[in-house]
């Protein structure tokens, strides 16, 4: 353990950002699995309602710095795929 009062804080503060990090990167993995259980059940209706909650999270997930903004459009671009394959 760290004996310095600032090494303290840096050990405090990084628990509480991975902790944040780890719950925004496991909704976002949620959305992105009910997006693509709607798509294999050839669900447009709910697929697209799932889309644009996945994508809203990862954008927000984006601009929190949790992912590069290319992953990000990667993700989204594969998703928007898999839906509009549904037609």
Same mark, same amino acid.
């Given at each position: 353990?760290?004996? #310095?009062? $600032?090494?303290?804080?840096? =050990?405090l503060? %990084?628990?509480?950002? %991975?902790?944040? &990090?780890? +719950?925004?990167? $496991?909704?976002? *993995?949620?959305?992105?699995?009910? =997006?693509?259980?709607? =798509? ?5 209706e709910? +697929? &697209?309602?799932?889309?644009? @909650? !996945? #994508?809203?999270? #990862?954008?927000? !997930? ?6 590069? *903004?290319? &992953?990000?459009?990667?993700? =989204? ?5 898999? @839906?509009?394959? #549904?037609?």
């Amino acid at each position: 353990m760290a004996n #310095i009062k $600032s090494a303290k804080k840096r =050990v405090l503060v %990084t628990e509480i950002k %991975t902790a944040r &990090n780890k +719950a925004i990167k $496991s909704k976002v *993995k949620t959305c992105i699995k009910k =997006v693509e259980a709607a =798509v294999a059940n050839k669900d447009k209706e709910t +697929a &697209n309602e799932a889309l644009i @909650v !996945a #994508i809203s999270e #990862i954008n927000k !997930a984006t601009s929190k710095g949790l992912y590069h *903004k290319n &992953n990000a459009a990667r993700k =989204v671009s594969r998703l928007t795929k898999a @839906v509009n394959s #549904i037609a």
